[in-house]
């Protein structure tokens, strides 16, 4: 008789896990993956805002180095006047030279080398969002070299932001760096009157990626 109970016993004991049993282990099951998929999406988010960020700066890097490396070399350099006046022959951009797909386009500065070249920087807008480009002119104000995007997602070419955008600077030894209003469409070459600009470049527009503010360079030159 206890032969019978004790197999009986066994015999229940092999019929595996009761439905409370089971539904208690789906529970944790679904709590656990559900975490988990938190988790990884917590983390896949925190990468593409830090590589945002890590674009973002590497940007801003490439922007410094262009505008003060075109600066540095530059026997002198002309800031056009607002859209709508008739461009100077020394100015290098596309306002005068459309481009597919562009809506509009805004000459910033101009900048001359000895042998006659020419490097602009310009804002095109293209579907209501702005960009800064740079222009290569290898002969007087023919944009036909190579153009390169330096930053996107800015204002747009109209916005009076871009009014005071490139500012003439002086360096005085010993003193503070003081800023006026370039004289405009006029090749500036006195490097003793104009040796240098502030540039600034406006934070990005798009409120979705991550925020560039707004940049300052301090460009000069060593020649002129």
Avoid: H
């Avoid at 197999?7 to 439905?19: N, P, T, V």
């Avoid at 807008?125 to 800015?154: E, F």
């Amino acid at each position: 008789m206890i032969s019978r109970i004790q197999e009986l016993i066994k015999l229940r004991e092999d019929k595996g896990l009761s439905l409370a049993e089971v539904l208690v282990s789906v529970g944790l099951t679904g709590l656990l993956a559900l975490g988990c998929t938190q988790l990884a999406l917590a983390s896949f988010a925190s990468a593409n805002y830090t590589q945002a960020v890590a674009v973002k700066s590497i940007d801003s890097g490439n922007a410094n180095r262009m505008i003060t490396s075109d600066m540095e070399n530059a026997n002198g350099f002309l800031v056009p006047a607002k859209p709508g006046t008739a461009p100077s022959p020394e100015e290098c951009s596309t306002v005068n030279a459309p481009v597919s797909g562009i809506d509009s386009v805004r000459a910033l500065l101009t900048m001359q080398y000895p042998d006659n070249s020419l490097v602009g920087y310009e804002v095109r807008t293209v579907s209501g969002i702005g960009a800064l480009w740079r222009v290569d002119c290898p002969s007087l104000g023919n944009p036909t070299g190579p153009a390169q995007m330096v930053r996107k997602n800015l204002p747009t070419s109209t916005d009076a932001v871009w009014d005071k955008s490139v500012m003439c600077a002086t360096f005085p030894t010993g003193g503070a760096l003081t800023t006026a209003q370039c004289t405009k469409d006029l090749l500036l070459t006195s490097i003793t009157d104009n040796p240098g600009i502030i540039f600034t470049i406006p934070a990005t527009v798009n409120s979705t990626q991550s925020i560039s503010t707004i940049q300052t360079i301090v460009a000069a030159r060593n020649i002129g």
